[in-house]
């Protein structure tokens, strides 16, 4: 089956500082999404994108977040000025239609640890 | 405001036996899909078995199925002749026609299978 993969598996940075996630999404698909998941808590839908725009947000994605499809292969998570909460395993998922009930294909997660 | 309750942290089962994992949900919607997720050390997150709120067929997936009940708005997974790959996290999640691709996640049960 195919994967979505994401890139690091670890990533270590100190308060303040700008982080990029990366995330290659299935090929063929079309709408992508990022899901966070604080440690001991639930699972937090982020963001979602499709055809170069954000389609929906929540609350959490504030103006330190934002996304960017940089070439036709990357999907992109940047963190601009970390704080201690945002410590979280992030999720990349994505999907190749978006209908209600769509299978969404996850990554394996980025561990994000701020000091 | 959608929101997923799984009311058991941990769970355990002996290899070969049948566990049932609890989920419980609220909304408003009318149509709307449920999904079981698994989550196994490696932190991938793999749907398990998903099921639309309009059939009454509760779905099925091999070992998996699920018990849904709409009126009581329950939605328990039955893992049959348990295997030791199937420790994990086990999330209960939903999605509703007002959410595009929103997942609304419970906060998992921590299921292990002892041999």
Known sequence: EPEVTQTPSHQVTQMG??????????SNHLYFYWYRQI??????????FYNN????????FDDQFSVERPDGSNFTLKIRSTKLEDSAMYFCASSDNRGLGEKLFFGSGTQLSVL | AQTVT??????SVQEAETVTLSCT????????????YKQPPSRQMILV??????KQQN????????????AAKSFSLKISDSQLGD?????????????????????????????
Do not use: H
Request: glycine share 6%.
């Open chain 1, 17 to 26: 500082q700008e982080v990029i996630l990366r995330c290659v999404p299935i």
């Open chain 1, 39 to 48: 440690l001991g808590q639930k699972v937090e839908f982020l963001v979602s």
């Open chain 1, 53 to 60: 725009e954000i389609s929906e947000k929540s609350e959490i």
């Open chain 2, 6 to 11: 799984q009311s058991q942290p941990e769970m």
């Open chain 2, 25 to 36: 949900y609220d909304t408003s919607e009318s149509n709307y899909y449920l999904f079981w």
């Open chain 2, 49 to 54: 078995i998903r099921q639309e709120a309009y």
């Open chain 2, 59 to 70: 779905a099925t997936e091999n070992r998996f199925s699920v018990n849904f009940q709409k």
């Open chain 2, 87 to 115: 420790t994990a996290m086990y999330f209960c999640a939903f999605i509703g026609q007002t959410g595009a691709n929103n997942l609304f996640f419970g906060t998992g049960t921590r299921l292990t299978v002892i041999p």
